[in-house]
């Protein structure tokens, strides 16, 4: 299945607005109006990530939560907070929860924040898939874009690592552009710790 902002809201005014603004950013998403509805919709090849009230009729987000991680769930999970819910949403954040944001919120900074969850995942399944995949990755590589991708992993900049493979500050950002293209990451930390099972 392709990635999906879950909304879990007990409110269908929140769920429809949330929604339309999700989906108006290219953001898939479906909507449960319970942590149970969502609960027996869940399944451990779901991927995307979740955005989950706190408070709730019945189940609520943090025992949701807990219940997503007892059975091994990685979804990045995004809780939507009124005022005085802060202190439970930072004690998730301790447990593992991707972020807490306040209603009412700034609806562009809570998309921009489910973006940055999408992308998470996708990152996480693709080091959780295995060496296997960062092998095949690692094989679409030329051997100068792995001498670059080396240097970049030793922490260098592009002028030392420049200087050291003898070639223009201008030749190193275009490998460095296209390893990053075609590792499938933005920056050089994401590249350690795609790496990282790896090595």
Not at 130 to 158: C, P, W, Y
Not at 163 to 173: A, H, K
Request: glycine share 6%.
């Amino acid at each position: 299945m392709s990635p999906h902002a879950y909304l879990v809201d007990d409110d269908e005014a929140i769920r429809d607005s949330l929604g339309w603004l999700l989906e108006s950013r290219g953001v898939a998403c479906l909507s449960y109006p319970s942590a149970e509805d969502f609960l027996a919709a869940w399944n451990p090849s779901l991927t995307g990530c979740v955005v989950l009230d706190i408070r709730m009729d019945g189940m609520s987000g943090p025992e949701l939560f807990a219940t997503l991680c007892e059975h091994g769930s990685k979804l990045p999970v995004i809780f939507l907070t009124g005022h005085g819910d802060v202190p439970m949403a930072v004690a998730a954040l301790k447990q593992g929860a991707f972020d807490f944001v306040e209603k009412p919120c700034n609806d562009n900074e809570l998309v921009n924040r489910v973006i940055e969850a999408l992308k998470l995942d996708e990152t996480q399944r693709l080091a959780a898939s295995g060496a296997d995949t960062v092998n095949a990755l690692t094989d679409r590589l030329t051997t100068r874009e792995r001498q670059v991708m080396d240097l970049i992993l030793a922490g260098k900049l592009n002028k030392v690592i420049a200087d050291e493979l003898q070639i223009s500050m201008r030749t190193v950002e275009v490998h460095r552009a296209n390893l990053f293209e075609k590792m499938g990451v933005r920056t050089a930390v994401e590249l350690a710790q795609l790496l990282a099972g790896k090595r």
